[in-house]
Structure formats: C-alpha cells, structure tokens
C-alpha cells in the first residue's frame, strides 16, 4: 500500500524460472528499488530465490537495447521501428514471394515459456510461417517427458507431476530442485516443500552422479553412473514383479499393457544391472521395497534424465513405477494438474486422438518431427547442406543457441552462411550478433504476466495474473504486437493493415474453435455475444480472459455467474487458490483406447536398443552439467549480482581420477570429447563419483561480436564445446548434454 505520495508497493509474479513466485515490489519516483518475496501470495507464500529478488537489476541493465539493431558489415547502428520493420520485409521477400518456406527456420529459446504474450501468440507465428524447420530449447531439455506422456496419455502436454506437499516418499532422478527451483513440477520454495516432507516423517532419496545440494538435504543418496536410470528403473520394476509388489486396483480399469511391461522387464535383474548403474542389488531392491510400502510415493526425474542417449526411456519408466506402486494419480503421488486456462470438456468421454510423431522428416539426416519440431542438434546441418528447402533464412526468438545447444562453434560458423536473420531479443548475445536485424522487446517489468506453462505443471491449482510494473519506453511496442508483425507478414497481408485486425482474426478463430467443438460447454454460443463479453480487453489478456472463462473454473460467460474471469484475477493481486491436486482419471487420458497405454511398441524397441548399449563398455571418464540457484540458462549472465563470487565454471572431479590424471586442485587442463575441446581450471571434490567430472551449461560468453559487458567479464567456458550434436535422445531428437566420454591432459 502506499506509505508517501512518491512510493508504493505492488505485485507481481516473477517471471525468471519455473517457480512462479510472488514478489513484493517497491517503487520510488517510479522507480523499483527493492524485490521482496510477498508474503501473502497464495503459493509461494513470501519464498524468494536470488534471481527474483534483482529483477529491478534486469530492468535496468544498460546492455537491455532499448531499440532496434541493424547490422551493416561488422559494426552495428541503432534504427527506428519504421526502419527496422522495412529491413524485416526487404529481407524475408526473396522468401515470401517463392512457395519454399522451409528456407526460413525458426528457432524459439528458453524464455519464451516465460513470457506471457510469447507464449499466446507464438504458435500463430508458426502457423503464419508454415515451415518445416522449427526448433526450439525443448530438444536440450524436456521434450523425452513429453514423448513419454504423449505416447502413455494421449496428449505430451498430459503430464503427472510428484504431490510434494502430501507425499511421504520422493525418489528423485536427474534434478537438484535445491539450485533449479524445479523443473517440469512447478512449486515455490521447492527446498522448503522438500524439508516438509523430511519434517512430517517422510523421506527424500536422490540418485546422482554428484552429490548435489538436493542429495545433501535428502535421507539417503546413491551415486549412479550417467545415462544408466533407465537401467536402475528396470531393475525397480523387476523387483516389484518379483516380489509381487504390484499395486494397480487404483486404476486397473483404466489401464492397458499390464503384462507386456511385467515381460519387459524380467531380463533386468538387480543383479543383471548393478555393476553397470554403480549401485549394489541390495540398494535397487531396498528403494524398489520403500516405493511399495510408502503410504504414498512419486518418482519425479528432470533434466540429468532427459539429456541421455535414452531419455524418453527415462521417463516412460518413471512413470511406469508410480503406476505399478499405485501411485499415479492419487494424492501424495504422481498427478495431474488442472490449470485455470486448460481445455474444458466435462461431459467428454475418455480418450482421444492419440499422440505420434515422424509426420514429416529433417532434409539432411531424416530425424523425424516430434511436437511439430526437429532437434536443434540438426540446425547447423540444414543451414550448411545446399539443395532443396535449405535453410537460408532465420528468426531466433529469445534464445542463444549458439551456447545453450550441441557444438556451437559448428553453429555458429553456419550463422554466418546465412542470406538473412532477424532476431526478437533484448541482448546482442554470441547468437543474435549474427543477426541482420534485432528487435528488442519491453523489460519483463513493462508487460503482464501470467504463466500459461507452468499452471499446467503446478503442485496445486492456482492462478495469478500480474499487470505491467512500469510503463513502456516511448516508442517501444509491446511484444504481442511485435510478434502480430511478423504473423502479418508471413501472413501475406498487406503492412497497410492494422495490427488490431490481425490480432481480431486470432481472437475470433480461437473462439469459433471453442463454440464449434460439440463437447464444449459453449457449443453454439453466438460469436459475437462471446466477443462483446470480452471487451474492452485486448491482445494477450483478451486471450487469456477467454480461456480463462472457458476453462474449468471459469464463469462460463454467464452459466456460472461466481466462476473466474480476468477482471476477478486482475482483483486478486495474490493470486487465487484452487485447491489441492485431484484424481483425473480417466477424465484426463487422450489416447484412442481412453486407458493408460502401459506398453507403447516403440518403448520394447527402445528396451532392444538399451540392452545392446547395456552390453557395451562404459566410458572411463564422462562429463555432465550442473546447475546452479543464480544462474538461468545462458540469459541472466548480464547481471552483476548474479554471476559475482566464487567461479563457477570449473571442472569438478573425484580425488582418485584427479590423482589418476597426475592434475592438482585449481590446475588448468584440456577437456576433449569428440565435438570439441576446451580449456578449465580443476576443482577437485568427493561430492563427485569417480569416473564422472562436471561443468556447467550457459556459458562461454567470450565471443567478440557480443555486447554483454557484465557477461563478459565473467565468461566462463562452454560446455557445448564438448557436446555432439550428432547423439540424440532417438525417439524424442532430444540432444545428449550427460555421460559425454572425455579425455582429460594437463
């Protein structure tokens, strides 16, 4: 409230990781000045993480270009809009007039689930666009989890996420909630919900190479050897069936494949596998034994278990234990979210169209699309390979590529080679100096928010919209009306025609689809009545009024007066509870059957290709990444409160390997992998398993055609370097970023 007639406080939800928390801001003279965690807000409840807290530092930072860029030659010049957007249309021409649209690729960065009006209006940019070649930060991350549910659920956005705050056991695979916040399980204060369950008698066990913050807070860790969880869970599995541990009554009506996964999996003894995974018989046993007689647990596994050569393996077992120890989709297991904005369909039948991947097929190397994507690790090669639909032209959107995916210095020798780019980015980053032209967008403190990703991912339902903090720079268009000039355009519309009829045309198809669909509850509705009902809002946040009234808490435009609109979320500046995670099967499955698909055909070929690697020698010295609770990917590196302090970038390694290497704590050496070496200071630590040495991703911000002063002071060393874009992650073309075999020299 405000305290003078120059300060006042107001809320917002922070937009810089998974989390969503709630800040408390403080503004002077129109100016923030302090970032507190609110603690009135209904999820986060005052938790705040170090990133949060300096959002005001991001608003701020003197690198933020404030208007766009044109390239000319090697050296840069500040343009106007008008100028800039003329640049755009005289570049994309050659294109536009030609039927080959393949020869434009779009490549869509991290932060883009972040953003609010990113998140609504991207997917009718790529459908303006209609390319082929679209890449996104989904193929070095998650995208196995949403193969894995896909295939298993019906839909890959159907995904459980652990019941943190009613779970009594949590097995943890390939994350440190303690330093990531979370990932693919959106929950506030993740390490406070962590030490809850430890407090109320539970118990938190973590498999890892590295004995991270996460497994140093949890009752017991095990070291396992890179990329060999599959082969761990396989051995979980075994065990149940062995010791007829199986608990399915929950949703054995609902469930297909039962007896195909007990086949599966008998060939993956504790035995058969322990000297491969590093951990003992007993060991796999005693977990598999605690998952079963647990009153409630979940298996939650994230990023260490997705960037494998078998990572939608990973997954689908994952899940394949909640089922079998009974429990998915019960409170205090693995569940289901039900967001505010989700689809409403409550007198739908179960099931539904099914999930598939491979409907069409990259030029070069014929990797198949999974979600309408191809895996990144392929960019390069599209834009190097001459013939037909070769990629000469390119839009990166939030993103630095050229250090967040696989060798980047192929990468960004391909840049080079391209006929013309444009980039929607605030920073002149490794990847954007390429760029023929860049946009910048608003501050995150200069547009609203509501987070459109992650409520389908959170612990418990709640919804929170945040208005813009502070007012736009003069001039500076917002980003939806960014993002409606480039739909306009691969549109064909003339640049004569407003931007308002184009976003109209968006509003009214959404909300034609939705009085269209039989199983709506506003089938036959009148267009116009909807429309009308939602002004005066516009842009995004009419988006979001509709789905939010459409959705399942929703008003319903009138058949349910007390249901939720924007104008009562715009009135709840600490957002709206909606109660604990609920049992939705069979409500929730899309597969054609309407059952949990236990046993997909492609997982018994993955399980075929497994044991062949199974069978083959280890590699004696792997890299993985690590995380880090100040650091976000490559894009909050800028931010001097955030990279000061101790190095990170450092190579952590076990004292054996260290002493096998002759190399002594702090000494530089050469890391070599196939893709690549790289050069960095030693630092070594029993928190490692031996055999296995550690660096983190993001950085490598030494690159001369950047203009990053804070980055590049503290720039680190790119472990992308090392990494192969030729190794994926088969069924999903998710990159292989862990168990990368390297060489080590002085």
């Not at 990144?376 to 590529?401: F, M, Y």
């Not at 391909?414 to 760029?435: G, I």
């Amino acid at each position: 409230m405000p305290s003078s007639a120059s300060t006042t406080t107001t809320f917002r939800t922070c937009p810089l990781c998974e989390a969503t928390c709630g800040l408390k801001l403080t503004l002077e003279e129109g100016k923030v000045t302090r970032v507190e965690g609110d603690p009135d807000d209904v999820f986060s409840q005052g938790f705040l993480c170090p990133k949060g807290a300096v959002l005001h530092h991001l608003h701020n930072d003197p690198d933020w270009l404030r208007a766009p860029q044109i390239r000319e030659g090697s050296t840069w010049r500040e343009a106007s809009w008008e100028e800039a957007w003329a640049r755009v249309e005289e570049g994309f021409a050659p294109f536009l007039s030609s039927s080959n649209r393949n020869a434009i690729a779009l490549y869509l960065g991290n932060p883009n689930v972040h953003n609010f009006s990113n998140s609504i209006y991207m997917r009718p940019l790529i459908k303006t666009l209609r390319s082929r070649n679209l890449f996104t930060a989904s193929t070095v991350d998650q995208i196995p989890k949403h193969v894995s549910s896909g295939l298993m659920f019906g839909h890959p956005r159907i995904i459980p996420v652990p019941d943190l705050d009613r779970t009594d056991y949590l097995l943890i695979l390939g994350a440190n909630p303690m330093a990531s916040n979370g990932s693919l399980c959106t929950a506030p204060d993740f390490p406070g919900r962590l030490k809850k369950i430890l407090q109320r008698g539970g118990k938190v066990v973590v498999l890892d190479p590295r004995k991270t913050r996460t497994a140093k807070l949890a009752s017991e860790h095990h070291f396992i050897q890179p990329g060999t969880d599959p082969l761990f869970l396989l051995a979980v599995a075994h065990t149940l069936f062995a010791e007829e541990r199986i608990s399915v009554e929950n949703i054995a009506e609902h469930l297909a494949g039962l007896e195909q996964v007990k086949a599966w999996v008998e060939p993956f003894s504790p035995e058969s596998v322990s000297e491969r995974c590093g951990l003992s018989p007993d060991s796999i046993r005693h977990i598999a034994r605690a998952l079963s007689e647990a009153s409630s647990a979940a298996v939650y596994g994230r990023i260490g278990t997705c960037t494998t050569p078998f990572g939608t393996l990973t997954s689908w077992l994952v899940d394949v234990v909640n089922v079998l120890t009974g429990n998915l989709d019960q409170p205090g297991g693995a569940m289901f979210p039900k967001s505010a904005h989700s689809r409403h369909r409550p007198n739908a039948a179960p099931g539904g169209r099914g999930f598939r991947t491979g409907r069409w097929s990259s030029r070069v190397s014929q990797k198949p699309e999974v979600m309408g994507e191809l895996p990144v690790g392929i960019l390069a090669e599209e834009i190097e390979t001459a013939g037909e639909d070769q990629v000469r032209a390119l839009i990166t959107v939030a993103g630095n590529p050229v250090l967040s995916t696989p060798n980047g210095e192929r990468l960004s020798r391909a840049l080079k080679q391209l006929d013309f780019m444009v980039s929607v980015d605030p920073y002149r980053n490794e990847t954007t100096q390429y760029a023929d032209v860049i946009l910048p967008p608003p501050t995150p403190l200069q547009h609203s928010h509501y987070d459109i990703a992650f409520y389908d991912l959170a612990v418990r339902n709640v919804a929170n919209y945040s208005s813009a903090t502070l007012p736009r720079d003069e001039n500076q268009p917002c980003e939806t009306d960014i993002l409606l000039h480039l739909i306009r355009l691969f549109s064909g519309q003339d640049s004569s025609v407003p931007l308002s009829f184009v976003d109209d045309f968006i509003a009214m198809q959404l909300v034609q689809g939705e009085i269209g669909a039989e199983d709506s509850p506003l089938s036959g509705r009148d267009m116009d009545e909807i429309l009308s009902a939602l002004q005066p809002h516009r842009g995004a946040e009419r988006v979001l009024d509709f789905l939010l009234r459409a959705g399942p808490y929703g008003d319903g435009f009138g058949a349910n007066p007390d249901g939720l609109t924007l104008n009562k979320l715009m009135e709840a500046p600490h957002g709206i509870d909606l109660g604990p995670l609920q049992p939705r099967i069979p409500e929730v499955l899309a597969t054609p059957s309407g059952k949990v698909e236990l046993a997909p055909e492609s997982m018994g070929e993955e399980l075929t290709r497994l044991q062949e690697w199974h069978n083959k020698e280890a590699p004696s010295l792997q890299l993985i990444g690590r995380r880090h609770l100040r650091s976000n990917n490559s894009w909050l590196h800028n931010l001097s409160p955030l990279v000061r302090g101790k190095d990170r970038c450092t190579l952590l390694i076990h004292p054996n390997d260290a002493a096998d290497h002759n190399i002594s704590d702090g000494e530089t050496v050469t890391v070599k992998a196939r893709a690549g070496s790289l050069q960095v200071a030693v630092e070594v630590t029993d928190t490692m398993m031996p055999g296995v040495v550690s660096l983190p991703h993001g950085w490598g911000h030494n690159q001369a055609g950047a203009s990053m002063q804070v980055a590049s002071q503290h720039p680190g060393v790119n472990s992308n370097l090392l990494t192969d874009e030729n190794q994926m992650d088969r069924p999903s073309g998710n990159a292989v970023l862990n168990g990368i075999p390297v060489t080590l020299q002085k």
